[in-house]
């Protein structure tokens, strides 16, 4: 019997604001606990949410970027459960009427296109963290606020996806536009990425969907995938042993890489929506959604077919360039500066990659500017492409203007064929033996004359002039 | 001669702009007649240090020829909902017997910033549900006209306090008449006005679409006064409405020559007091002596008003009153049997009967299965007793009624039966669940002495046509003038 899974993505993604969603409290990651707190984040009596519109423009752009419908009139809506990290025993969200429906995100999954609908996008506040802390005596648990009422967005996938790669791809490709978007920084270390999964089940041709478990605590993207796959062969082993599928939610235990089944009493929920009386209505004007619309920034789809078709770069490169938002500024940035697109990438590829070594490219010393013009400088043939790449190291490490060094210290290529000639000359007549052998057929000699000709010029001499002086006078 | 603390609010401002009076004294006065009161129970919590500081820095300002305005040294005090920073702020419940106010609430900076003089709390019904102040858990107010009666609530200890004379004013809030009723079962004045007129920031939460902050007066022009300085977007709260209504206290004795005044038929009917009834009409005619056009209107979703109310109301309070888990605030009662115990320890402990049983009716309503059928339906219903009251509109600038079915009843006469209870406030929630202001105030006695409150309804931010019908009427009667027995010195 052959099965096929049915995977739905429910994603939070943490939106980029500086305070919270409903108080002016700072989202800043790592602080001590609680000090990001106020009267409203905490749940204090009396305390009433105020709207941080900032965070309604970063969803908009989210959803807008997901080709989704924003509704010009969303509902705050309040989801009532108890838990020590939700201050005010609900969370405001959105129910029955979100922000943005019908959207859909196109992604490559070994080489072929698949899209991927989107049901809904809606926003939400962020709950606190209980902390257990064992080393404390007895059992006491704590509770950590300030990432409570940190703005989040929920978006819901349609349930279309088939495999744990397809899972993995969906993320990194929603990740990607989210953070091209600069919405979210895509953190799944950290919480500002999350993923949960719904997961069945059914026959080949089956149309009806089998019962889904939910996974979550997928907090990495080599989990997405792992997980998942787990998942969808453990499914089909109680099938095949003649058990049914149970309804459940499930955590995956990354050291055993298993999912487990969560005690089930923790997941008989009733939330009782219902609309928030304390916030109006979120009505958007069909102007603003327009223009939100219409600033809306290169995705990095679109980005990598104008650096194929407009620029000329491989297609390989251009997916390079456009999987990291930090990257690809890099990359425009500097081709501002200088035409030559294709020189540019290979620096950024191969060179400025390597020299960073993990860190951001914001913390080197070299910037896009600086690049481009040493990029200008070979392409004009004022240096040699190894005194590129020694100063190349040192605009990295230290910084400065690439035309000012090479004035300052001389490095600009002899182009001047008499002095050439001279240093041609005093090398052939150092090296009679070279000579000779050339002359006698053993032209592959010539390398090394060469070799000798840039040493005696201290590496400055033009190779392209070098080569047709050594010709000329050895031929 | 009357005492300091008897006069009004008004008078009182104006002696201390002379310089005839001192916020001093009339501080002390107050607190005076608090302690001579006490066994009205009208306070919680009584901060006379804090209201002397203030008095003095008062008078240091008025002799200084600095006086900040009008409320610059009266003596005030809040019902216990609204948090005051340092003070505590129990809302009349066990779960927040201790809580200290880490912050002041839109109003009370208002107040404070007004320079007016926070003499301490006042008792409520627990969480403000309760029309008689007898779901407190420290014990009921009673009324000054005849302290085997209930003043009323849920804003009791305000109409206590401002009727006995140990505060020249009050804050209440009114979320299905929780000010108007107190106010006319003791015999104030008491104004409850357009949702979203003043903040709610800081004001504990009961059923927020229908709660409301507004004055509790010995007349008009005392709530007027008062509510200039407590209305006014606040930019906290996002239900507050960012509209420049007109002044309360400008044209307040113009008069209501030619204003139309609707009765709406449906309150004159079955379950009001013969008493009542006959008051609120002599009302009616004074009215149409002094120039008003009565005219009948018809409100007629009114037989569903109270039901719609405690769907929509028990439902908002089972959300807001959620927050009281023991976790972080309020009283916390844990076994070590984890945290699910901890919830059911804590919310047993704290929460009265009363509170539990609107949580659970609440609970139930938004349950899955039930939503539709219940709160869905009490919205709808919501709508057509908004729509009925824009038809009054069409036909009339305000309404008369009376504000309660009944003059004030026996205590404990209706604790236990929720729903005889829950009648008392037929008259009052139509206002709150349509958003309109109403005004209650003294229309007479009965002839056991209780105090008769008339009501008046109008439109959407209509405060200052209400103060001033409310003016016209006061002027011809001295009802709002009589003090209760116990607070004669």
Known sequence: ?475 | MTALCDLSLTALSRALARGEHESSAATEACLARAADTKGLGAYLLIDAEGARRQAAAADLRCRAGQRLGPLDGVPLALKDIFLTAGLKTTCGSRILEDFVAPYDATVVRRLKDAGAVVLGKLSMDEFAMGSSNEHCAFGPAKNPWDPTRVPGGSSGGSAVAVASGSAFAALGTDTGGSIRQPAALCGVVGLKPTYGRVSRYGVIAFASSLDQVGPITKDVSDCALLLETIAGHDPKDSTSAPVLAASATEGLEAGVKGLKLGVPKEYFVAGIDPEVRTAVERAIATYAGLGADIVEVSLPHTEYAIATYYLIATAEASSNLARYDGVRFGLRRDPGRGVRDMYLQTRARGFGPEVKRRIVLGTYVLSAGYYEAYYDRAQKVRTLIRRDFAAAFAKADLLVTPTSPTPAFRLGARLADPLQMYLADIFTVGCNLAGIPGLSLPCGFANDGMPIGLQLLGPAWSEATLTRAGRAYEREHDWSRRRPPLARP
């Open chain 1, 1 to 475: 019997m052959s099965f096929e899974a049915v995977i739905g993505l429910e994603v939070h993604a943490q939106l980029l604001t500086r305070s919270k969603l409903f108080c002016g409290c700072a989202t800043a990651f790592g602080a001590s606990p609680n000090v990001h707190t106020c009267e409203v984040c905490l749940g204090m009596p009396g305390a009433l949410p105020v709207l941080n519109r900032e965070a309604v423009t970063l969803a908009v752009r989210a959803a807008l970027a997901l080709d989704c419908t924003v509704h010009e009139r969303s509902q705050w809506a309040r989801k009532n459960y108890f838990y020590p990290d939700l201050p005010k025993g609900y969370q405001i969200s959105q129910f029955d009427r979100p922000l943005a429906t019908h959207g859909h995100l196109d992604l490559e999954v070994e080489g072929s296109a698949r899209t991927i609908d989107i049901l809904r996008i809606h926003m939400e506040e962020d709950a606190g963290k209980n902390v257990h802390d064992d080393v404390l005596a007895g059992s006491r648990s704590y509770v950590d606020f300030n990432r409570g009422g940190v703005p989040l967005i929920e978006i819901v996938g349609a349930p279309q996806i088939r495999s744990g790669a397809e899972a993995a791809a969906y993320m990194r490709e929603l990740r990607r536009t989210l953070r091209f978007l600069d919405v979210c920084d895509g953190n799944l270390e950290e919480g500002s990425l999350r993923c949960d999964a719904n997961v069945s089940i059914r026959k080949v041709g089956a149309t009806t969907l089998g019962t889904r478990t939910e996974l979550k605590n997928i907090n990495s993207f080599r989990f997405v995938a792992a997980a998942i796959d787990f998942e969808i062969h453990r499914q089909i082993a109680v099938v095949e042993a003649g058990d049914a599928v149970v309804q459940e939610t499930r955590l995956w235990d990354a050291q055993a890489k298993v999912t487990r089944a969560m005690r089930s009493k923790e997941e008989a929920h009733d939330y009782r929506y219902f609309p928030d009386p304390d916030l109006p209505d979120l009505v958007l004007t069909a102007a603003a959604i327009h223009s939100a619309r219409a600033t809306l920034p290169e995705l990095p789809a679109a980005k990598k077919e104008r650096f194929v078709d407009a620029l000329g770069l491989t297609a390989y490169d251009a997916a390079l360039l456009t999987e990291e938002p930090e990257l690809c500024r890099f990359f425009e940035a500097a081709v501002a500066g200088h035409k030559n697109a294709k020189g540019i990438a290979n620096w950024i590829l191969n060179e400025l990659l390597r020299e960073a070594r993990g860190q951001p490219l914001a913390a080197l010393k070299l910037t896009p500017e600086s690049l481009a013009e040493l990029v200008r400088l070979i392409d004009d043939g004022t240096i040699s492409g190894k005194i590129a790449k020694d100063l190349f190291a040192e605009l990295v490490t230290a910084g400065g203007a690439p035309a000012a060094l090479v004035k300052e210290r001389g490095l600009a290529q002899l182009v001047d064929t008499a002095g050439i000639e001279a240093t041609v000359d005093a090398v052939l007549a150092a090296n009679a033996g070279s000579v000779a052998a050339y002359r006698a057929g053993k032209t592959n000699i010539l390398g090394f004359l060469v070799g000798q000709v840039m040493k005696a010029s201290g590496g400055k001499a033009n190779p392209k002039i070098v080569n047709e002086v050594l010709r000329r006078r050895l031929g």
